[in-house]
């Protein structure tokens, strides 16, 4: 299993790494920290060959993951040259890793976690899960780790599938566990106790497929604003990670699932993994 992380040398990069090393250890993954650079107005006044500019930022980077990690460590450090997103997302396609780590960056006094324009732009285009770290709750030590839990929003569509085809194969790398969602719309109450225990019957098969591959699984319906849900469930189970795919195809939530992705990226007090659909390899 291949982890890359976008390590800029911002504290967002930092976060991302941080945790990407504490998943990685529990699954026994290969990382690959990745750092690419441009020009700026000062740097061109400066004349900086290429070269250097090569040395200086793998020199930095060596010292955050060093940091991080420890002087021994066995994580590739990768950079790139050009736009960070275009360039990571260049080798995100030779490489296929397993999933991508990103940060989430913003300035709190204008408006409180936004991502940064990277992570944003990954989102849209990765063609493998994308995990966005948030700065407020990421463990400082790989032992934090121990069976992480693992939330997954479902709600019955292919995106939703994939997610948690994707999840299990996560937690049964890492001996964690799985918490699925199922969160259904506002509905008429005569229609209510049917469709509640509809969703519950869903999860108890979703539930026995799971378990059947090695990991434990648990499943909780709710009612409401999957937003708002999703957040509240993952408080409530203290999840480590948060997994979702793009949008949604159900028909009680085709409609707001496609906010869903953009808002828990964005506001989630923990990360959050999108699982794009699978595609065929070439």
């Not at 945790?19 to 690959?32: F, M």
Request: with cysteine; glycine share 8%; hydrophobic share 45%.
């Amino acid at each position: 299993m291949l982890i890359m992380v976008g390590a800029d040398e911002s504290e967002a990069g930092r976060h991302a790494l941080r945790w990407a090393l504490g998943i990685g250890t529990r699954a026994g993954a290969r990382i690959e920290a990745v750092r690419s650079w441009t020009y700026t107005p000062t740097l061109l006044r400066q004349l900086a060959s290429h070269e250097a500019m090569d040395r200086h930022t793998a020199s930095e980077l060596r010292e955050m993951v060093a940091e991080e990690a420890g002087a021994a460590n066995e994580v590739r450090k990768t950079v790139l040259r050009g736009p960070a997103h275009y360039a990571l997302l260049a080798l995100i396609h030779r490489r296929r890793p397993f999933f991508v780590v990103v940060g989430r960056r913003g300035d709190e006094r204008i408006t409180p976690r936004v991502m940064g324009s990277v992570s944003r732009r990954l989102v849209a285009a990765a063609p493998c899960p994308l995990v966005v770290v948030s700065s407020d709750d990421v463990p400082t030590r790989p032992d934090a780790f121990d069976e992480p839990v693992i939330l997954v929003g479902y709600d019955g569509s292919a995106h939703a599938e994939r997610a948690l085809e994707w999840s299990t194969e996560l937690a049964a790398e890492t001996g964690g566990r799985l918490l699925v969602a199922r969160i259904l719309g506002f509905a008429a109450m005569d229609a209510a106790v049917n469709l509640h225990d509809e969703a519950e019957r869903e999860l108890a098969d979703l539930a026995f497929r799971v378990t059947d591959k090695g990991v434990r699984c648990d499943g909780v319906v709710a009612w409401g604003d999957p937003r708002q849900e999703l957040e509240r469930i993952a408080d409530e189970h203290q999840a480590d990670l948060l997994v979702i795919g793009p949008r949604g195809e159900g028909a009680l939530t085709k409609i707001v699932l496609g906010t869903v992705a953009s808002y828990l990226t964005e506001h989630a007090d923990r990360p959050v993994a999108i699982v794009p659909p699978a595609t065929e390899e070439p």
